[in-house]
Protein backbone atom coordinates (compact mmCIF):
# COMPACT_ATOMS: atom_id res chain seq x y z
CA UNK A 1 0.00 0.00 0.00
CA UNK A 2 2.86 2.28 0.60
CA UNK A 3 4.55 1.60 -2.21
CA UNK A 4 1.70 2.06 -4.42
CA UNK A 5 0.90 5.62 -2.98
CA UNK A 6 4.62 6.50 -3.70
CA UNK A 7 4.26 5.58 -6.90
CA UNK A 8 1.24 7.77 -7.70
CA UNK A 9 2.27 10.63 -5.98
CA UNK A 10 5.57 10.27 -8.15
CA UNK A 11 3.42 9.83 -11.35
CA UNK A 12 1.49 13.11 -10.23
CA UNK A 13 4.57 15.03 -10.00
CA UNK A 14 5.88 13.59 -13.44
CA UNK A 15 2.56 15.12 -14.81
CA UNK A 16 3.11 18.46 -13.92
CA UNK A 17 6.71 18.21 -15.92
CA UNK A 18 5.17 19.46 -19.41
CA UNK A 19 3.57 22.49 -17.73
CA UNK A 20 6.85 23.51 -16.13
CA UNK A 21 8.11 23.21 -19.30
CA UNK A 22 5.47 25.83 -20.89
CA UNK A 23 5.85 28.22 -17.95
CA UNK A 24 9.98 27.96 -18.05
CA UNK A 25 9.49 29.03 -22.36
CA UNK A 26 6.83 31.53 -21.54
CA UNK A 27 8.46 33.25 -19.29
CA UNK A 28 11.78 33.09 -21.37
CA UNK A 29 9.94 34.62 -24.21
CA UNK A 30 8.84 37.42 -21.84
CA UNK A 31 12.71 37.71 -21.04
CA UNK A 32 13.90 38.05 -24.58
CA UNK A 33 11.11 39.98 -25.92
CA UNK A 34 11.04 42.44 -23.13
CA UNK A 35 14.62 42.88 -22.11
CA UNK A 36 16.69 41.94 -25.12
CA UNK A 37 14.84 43.21 -28.13
CA UNK A 38 12.38 46.38 -27.23
CA UNK A 39 14.77 47.74 -24.51
CA UNK A 40 18.40 46.91 -26.27
CA UNK A 41 17.63 46.35 -30.24
CA UNK A 42 15.03 48.79 -30.56
CA UNK A 43 16.06 52.74 -30.27
CA UNK A 44 13.04 54.17 -31.50
CA UNK A 45 10.90 55.21 -27.56
CA UNK A 46 7.71 55.49 -29.18
CA UNK A 47 8.12 51.97 -30.84
CA UNK A 48 9.43 50.82 -28.12
CA UNK A 49 6.24 51.85 -26.12
CA UNK A 50 3.72 50.66 -28.41
CA UNK A 51 5.00 47.50 -28.82
CA UNK A 52 5.50 47.26 -24.84
CA UNK A 53 1.74 47.94 -24.69
CA UNK A 54 0.70 45.42 -27.09
CA UNK A 55 2.60 42.69 -25.90
CA UNK A 56 1.86 43.10 -22.28
CA UNK A 57 -2.29 43.13 -23.40
CA UNK A 58 -1.60 39.90 -25.34
CA UNK A 59 0.72 38.19 -22.20
CA UNK A 60 -2.14 39.24 -20.04
CA UNK A 61 -4.82 37.89 -21.72
CA UNK A 62 -2.71 34.38 -22.80
CA UNK A 63 -1.62 34.03 -18.61
CA UNK A 64 -5.36 34.19 -17.83
CA UNK A 65 -7.06 32.20 -19.85
CA UNK A 66 -3.73 29.56 -19.59
CA UNK A 67 -4.46 29.53 -15.73
CA UNK A 68 -7.83 29.53 -15.69
CA UNK A 69 -7.51 26.48 -18.03
CA UNK A 70 -5.02 25.07 -15.84
CA UNK A 71 -6.42 25.85 -12.76
CA UNK A 72 -10.45 25.14 -13.23
CA UNK A 73 -11.28 21.30 -12.10
CA UNK A 74 -13.25 19.09 -14.49
CA UNK A 75 -17.32 19.24 -13.62
CA UNK A 76 -18.48 15.58 -12.72
CA UNK A 77 -21.61 13.82 -12.74
CA UNK A 78 -24.15 15.23 -9.64
CA UNK A 79 -25.18 12.79 -7.62
CA UNK A 80 -28.72 11.36 -8.91
CA UNK A 81 -26.57 10.17 -11.85
CA UNK A 82 -24.76 7.70 -8.96
CA UNK A 83 -26.39 4.48 -7.99
CA UNK A 84 -26.96 5.64 -4.09
CA UNK A 85 -28.81 3.30 -2.43
CA UNK A 86 -29.38 1.17 -5.74
CA UNK A 87 -25.65 0.45 -5.10
CA UNK A 88 -26.21 -2.36 -3.30
CA UNK A 89 -29.06 -4.04 -4.77
CA UNK A 90 -26.85 -3.50 -7.89
CA UNK A 91 -23.67 -5.25 -6.45
CA UNK A 92 -25.68 -8.15 -5.17
CA UNK A 93 -27.34 -9.05 -8.47
CA UNK A 94 -25.15 -11.71 -9.90
CA UNK A 95 -27.04 -12.52 -13.25
CA UNK A 96 -26.49 -10.08 -16.18
CA UNK A 97 -30.51 -9.33 -17.58
CA UNK A 98 -30.82 -8.39 -13.53
CA UNK A 99 -28.50 -5.53 -13.62
CA UNK A 100 -29.42 -4.10 -16.56
CA UNK A 101 -32.63 -3.68 -15.67
CA UNK A 102 -31.64 -2.09 -12.70
CA UNK A 103 -29.39 0.45 -14.71
CA UNK A 104 -32.83 0.27 -17.18
CA UNK A 105 -35.03 1.55 -14.26
CA UNK A 106 -32.75 4.07 -13.12
CA UNK A 107 -31.87 5.58 -16.33
CA UNK A 108 -35.92 6.25 -17.30
CA UNK A 109 -35.19 9.08 -14.96
CA UNK A 110 -32.73 10.90 -16.20
CA UNK A 111 -32.31 12.44 -19.07
CA UNK A 112 -29.66 10.02 -20.73
CA UNK A 113 -29.99 9.03 -24.40
CA UNK A 114 -26.38 7.83 -25.75
CA UNK A 115 -25.73 4.17 -25.72
CA UNK A 116 -22.64 1.91 -25.88
CA UNK A 117 -22.10 0.56 -29.32
CA UNK A 118 -23.89 -2.72 -28.42
CA UNK A 119 -26.43 -0.76 -26.89
CA UNK A 120 -26.02 -0.75 -23.57
CA UNK A 121 -26.95 2.19 -20.75
CA UNK A 122 -23.38 3.88 -20.29
CA UNK A 123 -22.00 2.57 -16.71
CA UNK A 124 -19.03 3.49 -15.14
CA UNK A 125 -17.90 0.39 -13.18
CA UNK A 126 -15.18 3.12 -11.04
CA UNK A 127 -17.26 5.65 -9.97
CA UNK A 128 -20.20 3.64 -10.21
CA UNK A 129 -22.52 6.49 -12.01
CA UNK A 130 -24.64 6.16 -15.26
CA UNK A 131 -22.72 8.34 -17.71
CA UNK A 132 -24.88 11.23 -18.51
CA UNK A 133 -24.54 12.31 -22.48
CA UNK A 134 -21.13 13.18 -23.45
CA UNK A 135 -19.71 12.30 -20.39
CA UNK A 136 -16.47 9.75 -20.05
CA UNK A 137 -14.17 8.81 -17.57
CA UNK A 138 -10.78 10.19 -17.34
CA UNK A 139 -8.23 7.05 -16.73
CA UNK A 140 -5.42 10.06 -15.76
CA UNK A 141 -7.91 12.09 -13.70
CA UNK A 142 -9.66 8.98 -11.90
CA UNK A 143 -12.84 10.44 -12.50
CA UNK A 144 -15.69 10.91 -14.63
CA UNK A 145 -15.67 14.48 -16.83
CA UNK A 146 -19.16 15.94 -17.82
CA UNK A 147 -18.87 16.63 -22.09
CA UNK A 148 -15.42 15.65 -21.79
CA UNK A 149 -13.21 16.37 -24.93
CA UNK A 150 -9.60 15.26 -23.99
CA UNK A 151 -6.97 15.27 -21.57
CA UNK A 152 -4.32 17.68 -21.91
CA UNK A 153 -0.78 16.76 -20.82
CA UNK A 154 0.26 20.40 -21.24
CA UNK A 155 -1.87 21.78 -19.36
CA UNK A 156 -2.39 18.22 -16.74
CA UNK A 157 -5.80 18.86 -17.00
CA UNK A 158 -9.22 17.49 -18.69
CA UNK A 159 -10.82 19.70 -21.22
CA UNK A 160 -14.61 19.62 -20.67
CA UNK A 161 -17.70 21.31 -19.64
CA UNK A 162 -15.83 23.52 -17.10
CA UNK A 163 -13.32 24.92 -19.23
CA UNK A 164 -13.82 24.65 -22.50
CA UNK A 165 -14.24 28.47 -23.11
CA UNK A 166 -11.07 28.85 -21.42
CA UNK A 167 -9.42 26.68 -23.64
CA UNK A 168 -10.35 28.19 -26.42
CA UNK A 169 -9.53 31.68 -25.17
CA UNK A 170 -6.33 29.75 -24.52
CA UNK A 171 -5.62 28.68 -27.60
CA UNK A 172 -6.73 31.79 -29.70
CA UNK A 173 -4.75 34.54 -27.70
CA UNK A 174 -1.45 32.18 -27.43
CA UNK A 175 -1.43 32.28 -31.59
CA UNK A 176 -1.83 35.85 -31.17
CA UNK A 177 1.03 36.00 -28.42
CA UNK A 178 3.08 34.33 -31.20
CA UNK A 179 1.66 35.71 -33.66
CA UNK A 180 2.67 39.83 -32.73
CA UNK A 181 6.19 38.45 -31.70
CA UNK A 182 6.60 37.38 -35.13
CA UNK A 183 5.59 40.54 -36.85
CA UNK A 184 7.34 42.86 -34.41
CA UNK A 185 10.77 40.62 -34.38
CA UNK A 186 10.95 39.86 -38.11
CA UNK A 187 12.10 42.79 -39.52
CA UNK A 188 15.54 42.89 -36.87
CA UNK A 189 15.69 38.82 -37.56
CA UNK A 190 16.26 39.95 -40.77
CA UNK A 191 19.24 42.23 -40.02
CA UNK A 192 20.36 39.95 -37.47
CA UNK A 193 20.55 36.88 -39.88
CA UNK A 194 22.13 39.38 -42.50
CA UNK A 195 24.86 40.30 -39.52
CA UNK A 196 24.34 44.02 -39.54
CA UNK A 197 24.22 43.57 -35.84
CA UNK A 198 27.35 41.66 -34.17
CA UNK A 199 25.66 41.80 -29.95
CA UNK A 200 25.91 38.01 -30.09
CA UNK A 201 23.55 37.40 -26.69
CA UNK A 202 21.19 39.47 -27.88
CA UNK A 203 21.45 37.92 -31.74
CA UNK A 204 20.90 34.53 -30.33
CA UNK A 205 17.93 35.91 -27.86
CA UNK A 206 16.19 36.90 -30.99
CA UNK A 207 16.77 34.66 -33.35
CA UNK A 208 15.92 31.94 -31.44
CA UNK A 209 12.49 33.74 -30.02
CA UNK A 210 11.86 34.51 -33.33
CA UNK A 211 12.00 30.72 -34.54
CA UNK A 212 10.38 29.37 -31.86
CA UNK A 213 7.10 31.81 -31.87
CA UNK A 214 6.62 31.04 -35.63
CA UNK A 215 6.86 27.15 -34.67
CA UNK A 216 4.38 27.25 -32.54
CA UNK A 217 2.44 29.76 -34.05
CA UNK A 218 2.18 27.65 -36.88
CA UNK A 219 1.01 24.12 -34.37
CA UNK A 220 -1.57 26.65 -33.14
CA UNK A 221 -2.99 27.64 -35.84
CA UNK A 222 -3.96 24.05 -37.22
CA UNK A 223 -4.88 23.06 -33.58
CA UNK A 224 -7.45 26.81 -32.78
CA UNK A 225 -8.67 26.43 -36.70
CA UNK A 226 -9.18 22.16 -35.74
CA UNK A 227 -11.56 23.80 -32.52
CA UNK A 228 -13.16 26.23 -33.89
CA UNK A 229 -14.42 23.54 -36.67
CA UNK A 230 -15.74 20.95 -33.54
CA UNK A 231 -17.05 24.22 -31.60
CA UNK A 232 -18.67 24.92 -34.82
CA UNK A 233 -20.35 21.40 -35.26
CA UNK A 234 -20.73 21.24 -31.72
CA UNK A 235 -18.55 17.96 -31.16
CA UNK A 236 -15.81 17.18 -29.03
CA UNK A 237 -12.53 15.40 -29.65
CA UNK A 238 -13.71 12.24 -28.54
CA UNK A 239 -17.12 12.41 -30.52
CA UNK A 240 -14.52 12.83 -33.60
CA UNK A 241 -12.70 10.10 -33.13
CA UNK A 242 -15.75 7.71 -32.26
CA UNK A 243 -18.90 8.94 -33.45
CA UNK A 244 -21.56 8.55 -30.18
CA UNK A 245 -24.11 5.98 -30.40
CA UNK A 246 -27.84 5.89 -29.43
CA UNK A 247 -31.25 3.49 -29.08
CA UNK A 248 -31.07 3.66 -33.11
CA UNK A 249 -27.68 3.84 -33.94
CA UNK A 250 -24.84 5.93 -34.37
CA UNK A 251 -25.43 9.56 -35.00
CA UNK A 252 -22.47 12.07 -36.00
CA UNK A 253 -24.41 15.04 -35.72
CA UNK A 254 -27.25 14.52 -32.89
CA UNK A 255 -25.30 17.35 -30.88
CA UNK A 256 -25.24 20.09 -33.99
CA UNK A 257 -27.88 22.44 -33.44
CA UNK A 258 -26.86 25.15 -35.81
CA UNK A 259 -23.52 27.39 -35.72
CA UNK A 260 -24.83 29.79 -33.88
CA UNK A 261 -26.77 28.10 -31.01
CA UNK A 262 -23.61 25.27 -30.54
CA UNK A 263 -21.33 29.01 -30.24
CA UNK A 264 -23.90 30.42 -27.53
CA UNK A 265 -23.34 26.96 -25.63
CA UNK A 266 -20.16 27.48 -25.11
CA UNK A 267 -19.73 31.26 -24.49
CA UNK A 268 -22.86 32.35 -23.35
CA UNK A 269 -25.12 35.07 -24.70
CA UNK A 270 -23.30 37.77 -23.16
CA UNK A 271 -21.32 39.46 -25.52
CA UNK A 272 -19.35 41.30 -23.20
CA UNK A 273 -17.71 38.09 -21.47
CA UNK A 274 -16.96 36.22 -25.11
CA UNK A 275 -13.18 37.30 -24.58
CA UNK A 276 -12.36 36.34 -21.24
CA UNK A 277 -12.28 33.39 -19.91
CA UNK A 278 -15.13 33.94 -17.41
CA UNK A 279 -17.36 30.98 -17.16
CA UNK A 280 -20.39 31.68 -19.20
CA UNK A 281 -21.33 28.55 -20.89
CA UNK A 282 -25.12 27.59 -21.14
CA UNK A 283 -26.74 24.27 -19.69
CA UNK A 284 -25.49 21.94 -16.65
CA UNK A 285 -23.21 19.84 -18.81
CA UNK A 286 -25.55 17.03 -18.19
CA UNK A 287 -28.47 16.95 -20.77
CA UNK A 288 -27.66 18.45 -24.27
CA UNK A 289 -30.30 19.31 -26.46
CA UNK A 290 -30.85 17.08 -29.84
CA UNK A 291 -31.13 17.74 -33.23
CA UNK A 292 -34.35 16.09 -33.98
CA UNK A 293 -35.40 18.00 -30.85
CA UNK A 294 -34.47 21.11 -31.70
CA UNK A 295 -35.93 20.50 -35.65
CA UNK A 296 -39.41 22.53 -36.09
CA UNK A 297 -39.57 21.70 -39.90
CA UNK A 298 -38.74 17.86 -39.55
CA UNK A 299 -39.84 15.31 -36.88
CA UNK A 300 -37.04 12.72 -37.71
CA UNK A 301 -33.53 12.75 -38.69
CA UNK A 302 -31.24 10.40 -40.75
CA UNK A 303 -28.53 8.61 -38.32
CA UNK A 304 -25.47 7.34 -38.87
CA UNK A 305 -26.94 3.74 -40.42
CA UNK A 306 -29.15 5.78 -42.53
CA UNK A 307 -32.31 4.84 -40.30
CA UNK A 308 -34.81 7.25 -40.08
CA UNK A 309 -34.96 7.94 -35.90
CA UNK A 310 -38.55 9.90 -35.20
CA UNK A 311 -38.52 12.59 -32.69
CA UNK A 312 -38.10 11.44 -29.00
CA UNK A 313 -37.71 7.63 -30.06
CA UNK A 314 -34.14 8.39 -28.49
CA UNK A 315 -35.93 9.54 -25.03
CA UNK A 316 -37.32 6.91 -24.17
CA UNK A 317 -35.83 3.24 -23.84
CA UNK A 318 -38.44 1.24 -23.40
CA UNK A 319 -38.54 -2.53 -24.90
CA UNK A 320 -34.97 -1.60 -26.28
CA UNK A 321 -32.87 -5.22 -25.16
CA UNK A 322 -29.97 -3.89 -22.88
CA UNK A 323 -26.44 -5.16 -21.60
CA UNK A 324 -24.10 -4.58 -19.00
CA UNK A 325 -21.70 -1.87 -19.96
CA UNK A 326 -18.10 -1.56 -19.86
CA UNK A 327 -16.09 1.91 -19.14
CA UNK A 328 -14.70 3.57 -22.85
Not at 203 to 212: A, E, P, S
Request: glycine share 4%; hydrophobic share 45%; charged share 10%.
Amino acid sequence: MLLTACLRRCARLLHWIPVTIVIMVVMWSYYAYVVHFCWILLSCSTQRVVFLCLFHVCFGMFSWSFWKTLSTPPSSPSVEFQLSSDSLLYEQERGGMEKSQILLEISQKLSVHTRTAAGAIRFCHHCQLIKPDRCHHCSVCQMCVLKMDHHCPWLNNCIGFSNYKFFMLFLLYSLLYCLLIVATVTPTFIQLWLGKLFDSCVKLHVLFLTLVSAMFAVTLCFLLFFHIWLLASNKTTLEWLSVPFFVDGPASEAFDVGVRANFLRVFGKNKSLWPFPVFSSQGNGQSFPLRWQMSSHSPSVMNGNGHCAMEGSVVSPEGVSVTIAVDD
